[in-house]
């Protein structure tokens, strides 16, 4: 039987995570959260783990006295995540949102542990660390995102040799086709009505600016170890192309689907088997017409400045992704307009100097200091 260690349990992928556990018999031998401790029981009930851990200290208590009965022992903070993602398991799933996310990664591929990786700023902020820890330990790391488990099943059979470029696709957004004046007065209740696809609110805001796009535009770059020139994104409105490859002679190999993220979560799950999936198979005819078109980096400043900070390299992706975490959360309540987002993206680039990336420890000091220069400069 398979074993897996999960963390960000109550989140979106972390949920769908474990339908897909229980459908195809995977044992959840230990289960985090950051702060749905109701949820959490209820999991850890239902799951069984040897283990929980939740990430707000404060509420340990509380856990500790729900599940007194049940003999599971639980744990709280970084240190108690990074426990879990050390657990003796075939795959440790990470799907927590944010850079929170880093250290876990590290500890898991410092233990061993393969991993089924979604949460998408541990490649933004560390992709150099990680990728080089991961071929030190030989740890392999399975995208959960579906743009990247996409050009992940593209490779299959080929190599990166024969890769020529790699072909990410965004839906556009709920802004789609909008220019600047008309994305003054949104508010975060229309950025957080994505078209095609049900997350949480993090990545939907992010998905609003095109931040999202930029984000996966670095991890691409650092999981399949491509150059940035040769990345192309462009826009399917439709979300049924997940993503493509060309490769050397020019033919292109895209995977396609329903947009739901059980496929690549079962995927990243069970590789390399296929196994029956609880998705609406895709039918063309339905759809009728696939639309393309190339994104609009004049508007969307997230996405611009996440290529900016990749092509410079070293802090720079930690940056930008430290200043739209706080001006994410600044939107959210009702702080700073949608369009400041993107400003303070690109006021970062302009702003910063190269620091030092060399360790998670540099990573994490300039992590801080960009959290610090948003909330001086708004
Ligand atoms: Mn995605």
């Not at 071929?135 to 996409?150: F, G, L, M, Q, T």
């Not at 998670?360 to 610090?372: F, G, L, N, P, Q």
């Amino acid at each position: 039987m398979k074993t897996i260690s999960l963390i960000g349990s109550t989140g979106s992928i972390g949920v769908q995570t474990l339908q897909v556990c229980k459908k195809h018999n995977i044992k959840v031998k230990a289960l985090a959260v950051k702060r749905s401790v109701k949820l959490l029981e209820e999991q850890a009930r239902e799951f069984s783990p040897e283990v929980v851990c939740i990430y707000d200290e404060g509420l340990y208590k509380e856990v500790r006295d729900r599940l007194s009965d049940t003999g599971i022992n639980v744990l709280c903070g970084m240190e108690g995540l990074c426990e879990i993602a050390s657990v003796d398991a075939d795959l440790f799933v990470n799907s927590v949102v944010g850079m929170v996310g880093l250290l876990p990664t590290l500890t898991a591929i410092e233990h061993g542990r393969n991993i089924a990786l979604a949460n998408k700023e541990t490649l933004v902020a560390g992709g150099h660390l990680v990728m080089s820890a991961a071929e030190r330990k030989k740890v392999k790391i399975y995208p959960i995102d579906s743009e990247h488990s996409a050009i992940f099943q593209c490779l299959q059979g080929n190599t990166r040799e024969q890769v020529r470029k790699i072909i990410l696709t965004a839906s556009g957004g709920p802004f789609f086709g909008r220019k600047k004046p008309e994305l003054e007065n949104v508010t975060p209740e229309q950025a957080l009505d994505h078209p095609n696809w049900s997350m949480g609110k993090k990545i939907t805001i992010d998905s609003a600016t095109l931040m999202n796009k930029g984000l996966e535009f670095i991890e691409a770059r650092w999981l399949f170890g491509v150059s940035p020139e040769n990345i192309e994104i462009i826009v399917n409105r439709e979300s049924v192309l997940h993503s493509a490859v060309e490769f050397n002679d020019f033919s292109v190999i895209g995977q396609m689907g329903v947009p739901d993220m059980k496929i690549p979560i079962q995927y990243a799950l069970l590789y390399p088997e296929r196994f029956d999936c609880d998705v609406k198979p895709l039918s063309f005819t339905d759809y009728g017409t696939l639309t393309f078109a190339k994104p609009d980096y004049e508007t969307f400043d997230c996405l611009s400045g996440c290529i900016e900070a990749i092509r410079r390299g070293g802090a720079y992706p930690c940056i930008v992704n430290a200043v739209n975490e706080e001006a994410v959360g600044l939107f959210l309540d009702g702080k700073i307009p949608f369009l400041k987002i993107g400003e303070l993206v690109l006021d970062s680039l302009r702003d910063f100097p190269q620091l030092p990336s060399e360790s998670y420890e540099d990573i994490k000091k300039a992590d801080i200091s960009t959290r610090e220069y948003v909330r001086n400069n708004i």
